[in-house]
C-alpha cells in the first residue's frame, strides 16, 4: 500500500508536476468545444482543469490570489466551485465571530480602511493650480 508520503514524493517528481499542468491546460481548452453542447459540462471541465493548473503553477496561484482580491465575491463562489479547504476554514471562522458578535461584517470588510475625506491630488490637479497661480499674477 502506498502511504501518503509517498504519494506526495510522487506528485512532487517535476516530470508528474508538468504532466499535471498540461493536462490541467488542456482541459481548460477542451471546456470550449464542451460548453457548446447542452448541459453545463463545460463549466466542470473547465474547473478540474483549473484546479489541476492551480495544483502545480505558482504563477497561476498568484494569478488567482490577485482575481480574488479584485473581486470578492467572485473569488468566494471559485473557492467554493473548487472546494478548496481553505476557504472552508475561512468562513467557518468567519460564522464563528458573527456569533461570538465581535464582527457584524466579514473578515475582508474590517481589513480594508475607509477612504480618506477628501480625494488624492492628481498631477492633473497640481498643473491646473499652478497654471490658475501664473494667470493670477
Known amino acids: 500500500m ?10 512532487d517528481h517535476p516530470a508528474v508536476e508538468w504532466t499535471i499542468f498540461a493536462l490541467g491546460i488542456l482541459l481548460m481548452i477542451a471546456a470550449i468545444p464542451v460548453g457548446a453542447l447542452p448541459g453545463p459540462g463545460g463549466v466542470f471541465v473547465f474547473a478540474i482543469g483549473l484546479a489541476m493548473v492551480l495544483k502545480t503553477s505558482m504563477w497561476a496561484k498568484r494569478r488567482y490570489v490577485r482575481f480574488k482580491r479584485s ?3 467572485a473569488g468566494s463562489w471559485a473557492d467554493w466551485a473548487l472546494r478548496r479547504r481553505s476557504a472552508r476554514r475561512r468562513l467557518k471562522r468567519e460564522k464563528e465571530l458573527q456569533e461570538e458578535g465581535g464582527a457584524e461584517t466579514g473578515v475582508l470588510e474590517n481589513l480594508v480602511p475607509d477612504p480618506p475625506l477628501t480625494p488624492p491630488e492628481t498631477w492633473a490637479d497640481r498643473e491646473g493650480r499652478a497654471i490658475r497661480d501664473r494667470s493670477a499674477n
Do not use: M, S
Request: aromatic share 24%.
Open 71 to 73: 473581486r470578492p465575491k
Open 2 to 11: 502506498i502511504t501518503r508520503e509517498q504519494w506526495r514524493a510522487f506528485f
